[in-house]
């Protein structure tokens, strides 16, 4: 069995933010574990037509990406994701 010292659970915005700032302090013995067969947590589920943040969406982007628009749209946040 695989040993590790820390467990991230989820893959949404705060699971994958955990994850970029691990490695970013050089960290690199995580794992992270995902119940559905893809990354973005609700924003993987929420796909409706018009779906898109009410709050600017620089700051889903954890400074590492910029949006074409303040107020992005589902498609574009999904774009940003790890992958
Ligand atoms: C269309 C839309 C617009 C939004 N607009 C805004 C906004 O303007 N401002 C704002 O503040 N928020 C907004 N939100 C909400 C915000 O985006 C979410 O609250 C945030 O992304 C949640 O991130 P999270 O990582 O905490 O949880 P989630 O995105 O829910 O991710 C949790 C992940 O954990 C996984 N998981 C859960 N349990 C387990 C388990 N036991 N084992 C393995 N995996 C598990 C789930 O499958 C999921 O992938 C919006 C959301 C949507 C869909």
């Known amino acids: 069995m695989q040993q ?3 467990v991230i659970v989820g893959t949404g915005f705060a ?3 955990m994850a970029i ?5 050089g960290f690199d013995d995580f794992v ?4 559905a067969a893809d990354l973005g947590g609700t924003w ?3 796909h409706y037509p018009g779906a898109a943040c009410d709050i600017e969406s620089h ?5 590492l990406h910029t949006f074409s628009a303040a107020f992005s749209g589902c498609s574009q946040i999904m774009s940003r994701r790890l992958t």
Do not use: H, M, P
Request: glycine share 8%; hydrophobic share 35%.
């Open 21 to 25: 700032r691990l490695k970013q302090a």
């Open 59 to 63: 700051l889903y982007s954890f400074s």
């Open 15 to 17: 699971g994958l933010g």
């Open 4 to 6: 590790t010292s820390v």
């Open 32 to 35: 992270i574990l995902e119940q």
């Open 44 to 46: 993987r589920d929420n």
